[in-house]
């Protein structure tokens, strides 16, 4: 079993929408969870980082944590022409062992 | 301050041939990861490393050998390149929890 699944796309919405992006983990002892964004050609960049459960919130952008069910997500609010790139979920395996393992990634394109 | 040097940026290889993907960091982060990308998809772990002198095989290490002698070089060896090694390769650096993972630009590798 993969330690990170994503939601296949690609993901096609107008301005202005909500994007809902989703990812599934394995292990319950995962507890440190990022969101990357790649651009074509370009490597991944951080978006967020979330640790344990919750919510958190920057901007436009929330990520969620749902431990209970080893769900996490990431919304978009007002999405714009610009957010169009891959998201990539990823987890980390902590103690000693940093293991970075990531998602398939969501091609998302917003069009104006 | 280059954070994530990588090079070559683009090489093809012929089957069978040999060659090392050079990976340096100024940043004097402990944690070094390789990953190749194909197209449409994510981030495989090839190989990471902790830190000087210890190294680990990830997701898909068959073909390949790392090395990490010092802090700042993790170079990745390709012995007898195939078809299937074609990808984009991504070198990656990580302090640790709540900081952000640097990739480098990437190496697009093509094998015919």
């Known amino acids: 079993q993969k330690e990170v699944e994503q939601d296949p796309g690609p993901l096609s919405v107008p301005e202005g929408a909500i994007v809902s992006l989703n990812c599934t983990y394995s292990?319950?002892?995962?507890?440190?969870f990022m969101w990357y964004r790649q651009y074509s050609r370009k490597g991944p960049e951080l978006l967020m980082y979330?640790?344990?459960?919750g919510n958190k919130e920057d901007g436009r952008f929330t990520a969620q944590v749902d431990k209970s069910s080893k769900y996490i997500s990431l919304f978009i609010r007002d999405s714009q022409p610009s957010d169009s790139a891959t998201y990539l979920c990823?987890?980390?395996?902590?103690?000693?062992?940093?293991?970075?393992?990531f998602g398939k990634g969501t091609l998302l394109t917003v069009n104006p | 301050n280059a954070g994530v040097t990588q090079t070559p940026k683009f090489r093809i290889l012929k089957i069978g041939q040999s060659m090392t993907l050079q990976c340096t960091q100024d940043?004097?982060?402990?944690?070094m990861y390789w990953y190749r990308q194909d197209p449409g998809m994510g981030l495989k772990l090839i190989y990471y490393?902790?830190?000087?002198?210890?190294?680990d095989k990830g997701e898909v290490p068959n073909g390949y050998n790392v090395s990490r002698s010092t802090t700042e070089d993790f170079p990745l060896r390709l012995e007898l390149a195939a078809p299937s090694q074609t990808s984009v390769y991504f070198c990656?650096?990580?302090?640790?929890?709540?900081?952000?993972?640097?990739f480098g630009q990437g190496t697009r590798l093509t094998v015919v």
């Open positions: 990823a987890t980390l395996s902590g103690g000693s062992n940093y293991k970075l393992t």
């Open positions: 292990n319950s002892a995962f507890q440190y």
């Open positions: 979330t640790y344990s459960s």
């Open positions: 940043m004097n982060h402990n944690y």
């Open positions: 490393s902790v830190g000087a002198g210890i190294t």
């Open positions: 990656a650096i990580y302090r640790g929890m709540n900081t952000e993972a640097f």
